[in-house]
């Protein structure tokens, strides 16, 4: 089993990132292969300043590190510095088909109303994916919810590939690891819109950067509705500010929504948002903590990035090697 992930260096990490992705990263390095990535070549699908972009590549990799993932353990990388992932991406540009990325939400959302105007990165965005994915032959891939269709498409690309060249095995189809807690956070201010590193309004976000103060407040500060907490389930339908918060405390403390809702159930915000306030501080202030004392040492992040490049080239080459065989091209 060979796992693969990655995180676009286009803005500071949030918490929806560190509870749908990143905390899954943790938990599999001590069984499995894992290959983390800073997957700069798709933040640059959409505008990004070059100085900035140099930072928060730090900034991620500097993320992954203080939230758990062990440089010694599983390979930290930047994507650019991989060579690989560009050349089969173009190989596998040639296997998609336009339809099937037609279909793409992510892109019609990000694009938005003036899609002519909009990079043809961006369009191909989700085949770079799958050549992240299949480059390495990886077999799992933990993301949050809003990526399953880019891992269905990554399947149906590897599928395509092996049914077209007859070479039934030779990709692996990659599943999706996205059950449990924290696969979908959403925003702080809307209940129906998930949280993204890119919100432009700054209480919509836990930031993994942001100091107890900051978490604290924000908590407080979150949109909520005047009723009590329920104590079933049911009782949270059509009221996503509150289903968000308890899915937070939930997700934070390793708690089921029903043992939430037994423990808070009858509430109102004026006892719950405290309590989460208190239990976010505890979880995710100490990894802020580290997070700024990583960052304000780029050689030391520069250097595991450079050396997990070398590693992950070292898986990377001979896949491609052999992909540039199957195609028919001199190797
Ligand atoms: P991105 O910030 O788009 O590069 O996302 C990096 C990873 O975090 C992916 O696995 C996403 O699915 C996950 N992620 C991003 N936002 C959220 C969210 N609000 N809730 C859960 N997972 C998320
Ligand atoms: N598209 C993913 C996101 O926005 C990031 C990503 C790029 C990724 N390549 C990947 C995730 C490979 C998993 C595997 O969240």
Known sequence: MRVLSGIQPSGDMQLGNYLGAIRK??????QYDCNFCVVDMHAITVWQDPVKLREQTFHIAAAYIAAGVDPEKAVIFH?????AHAELAWILNCVARLGWLDRMTQFKDKAGKDKERASVGLYTYPVLQAADILVYKATHVPVGEDQKQHLELSRDIAGKFNHDFKTPDFFPLPEPLIKGPGARIMSLRDGTAKMSK???????CIYLKDDADLIAKKIKKAKTDPEPLPTELDGLTDRPEAKNLVGIYGALSGKSDEDVLS???GQGFGVFKPALAELAVEKIAPIGTELRRLEDDPTYLAGILE???EKAAAIADPIVRDVK?????LV
Request: aromatic share 10%.
């Open 25 to 30: 990263f943790v938990d599999l390095q001590h």
């Open 79 to 83: 994507q650019s510095g991989v060579r």
């Open 198 to 204: 890119s919100d432009p309004s700054a209480n919509a």
């Open 263 to 265: 423990e808070f159930g």
């Open 307 to 309: 050396k997990g490049a």
């Open 325 to 329: 065989e199957i195609v028919g091209f």
